[in-house]
């Protein structure tokens, strides 16, 4: 079996690592593609490293633009690609925009299309990724859940049965593959910080970032819970070129994007997360780190109801509160089932099992065969 595994975001390539490693232990035949979403060292270039992901096979650098010159750049590329390639599946995960393009093509080319992390929904249809997700469920042929609540979310949409599969969380599979490592670089201490004693800051999402009002009123407020608890804030690019023409306040600590591992050892040690992002949401849950969300919705309500995360919203007082509450209490630590480091090796095992292999063609006949 020949799989064409896609990756083209951060988060993308945390959660592609266990699918290829697995898919390469039950004998499958690989091809790792890049679609060049996120480029920049930062973003991409560590991840491969810290990860120990191989050189992409195949790079098609699309780069950065509005979201239908992206995603119509990673569509024209793949389908180039697929086309000398062959597959008899394609993987993608997540729900960015080289997610839904890829896929759109594999399943226009009459490939088969399997999604990693199918049936999240935020329900606010003004998100991109709700868009991509709702999208990319609806052309694949295998859709990997993450929880039951997913599965619950995919059968009331109309799948079949026979299409969903409940694998787990591959992002919790490349989290506890790598968090001794991580702990071993002794990130937080590098940067001055006490294990415990800090709080740890992201913000992407286009709602939260793209308002110069919202951005600058949460930049406030971290500034406000920053005078009781020292605050790390590794700045997305998307956030670092709104952020500059905001004050930003003393105690909350703007750092570059991290690495996979410094940013997970980071996290690891944290009282306390903020964040708009969907991976963190699901770490700090396998972590038994507390998370406040910033946005108003999650696609990852497993992260609530079995997890230690907490949907705040925007609201100053809302968001201290909570944090105050947490710092001063904590939280129980949950974890959702299936969350245990084998989703890689449960999706390779439904792949090698399930997907039609290719008959050969004559081309693929050796010369002089009959
Ligand atoms: C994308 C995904 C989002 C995901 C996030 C993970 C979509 C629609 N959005 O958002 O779902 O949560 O990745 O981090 O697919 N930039 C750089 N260097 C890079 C990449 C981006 O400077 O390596 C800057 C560019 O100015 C670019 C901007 O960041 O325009 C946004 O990048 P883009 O990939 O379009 O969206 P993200 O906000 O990163
Ligand atoms: N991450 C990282 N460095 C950072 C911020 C995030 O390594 O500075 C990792 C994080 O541990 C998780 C992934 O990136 O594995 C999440 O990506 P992101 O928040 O960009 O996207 P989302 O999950 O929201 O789509």
């Given at each position: 079996m020949h799989a064409v595994c896609v990756a083209g975001a951060r988060p993308n390539l945390v959660k592609i690592k266990p699918v290829l490693d697995a898919l390469e232990m039950a004998g499958a035949a690989t091809t790792f593609v890049h679609t060049g979403q996120h480029y920049d060292e930062s973003m991409s270039g560590v991840f491969l490293a810290d990860l120990g992901?191989?050189?992409?096979?195949?790079?098609?650098?699309?780069?950065?633009?509005?979201h239908a010159e992206q995603t119509g750049k990673v569509m024209v590329a793949f389908e180039a690609e697929l086309e000398k390639l062959g597959a008899d599946v394609v993987v993608v995960t997540g729900d960015v925009n080289s997610t839904v393009a890829c896929a759109l093509v594999a399943a226009k080319a009459g490939v088969q299309v399997a999604h990693v992390e199918?049936?999240?929904?935020?329900?606010?249809?003004?998100?991109?990724e709700e868009v991509n997700r709702v999208v990319t469920d609806r052309v694949s042929d295998y859709l990997f859940a993450p929880s039951e609540d997913a599965t619950a979310t995919l059968a009331a949409e109309g799948y079949r049965a026979d299409q969903v599969h409940l694998v787990g969380n591959v992002m919790v599979d490349s989290l506890l593959a790598n968090l001794d490592r991580a702990r071993e670089r002794g990130t937080p201490a590098r940067f001055g910080l006490e294990a415990g004693g800090y709080g740890l800051v992201t913000l992407h999402r286009p709602a939260n970032v793209d308002e110069p009002e919202v951005l600058a009123s949460l930049v406030a407020t971290l500034g406000t819970l920053a005078a009781d608890l020292p605050l790390v804030f590794p700045v997305h690019p998307r956030t670092r070129a709104r952020l500059g023409a905001l004050d930003v306040p003393t105690g909350l600590r703007l750092l570059d994007p991290q690495g996979y591992l410094d940013f997970v050892a980071l996290e690891a040690d944290a009282a306390l997360v903020l964040t708009d992002s969907g991976g963190i949401q699901e770490e700090t849950t396998a972590l038994g780190v507390p998370c406040l969300t910033?946005?108003?919705?999650?696609?990852?309500p497993v992260t609530v109801a079995e997890g230690?995360?907490?949907?705040?919203?925007?609201?100053p007082a809302r968001i201290l509160a909570a944090a105050r509450a947490v710092v001063d209490h904590g939280v129980e630590p949950r974890c959702p089932a299936l969350?245990?480091?084998h989703a890689g090796r449960r999706i390779a095992a439904v792949l090698t099992d399930q997907v039609p292999t290719r008959t050969l063609r004559p081309t693929d006949l050796p010369a002089g065969g009959s």
């Open positions: 992901i191989r050189t992409p096979d195949r790079f098609l650098g699309v780069g950065s633009g509005t199918a049936g999240l929904r935020s329900r606010d249809w003004s998100m991109p910033l946005r108003e919705n999650t696609e990852r230690t995360n907490q949907v705040v919203g925007r609201d969350w245990d480091g």
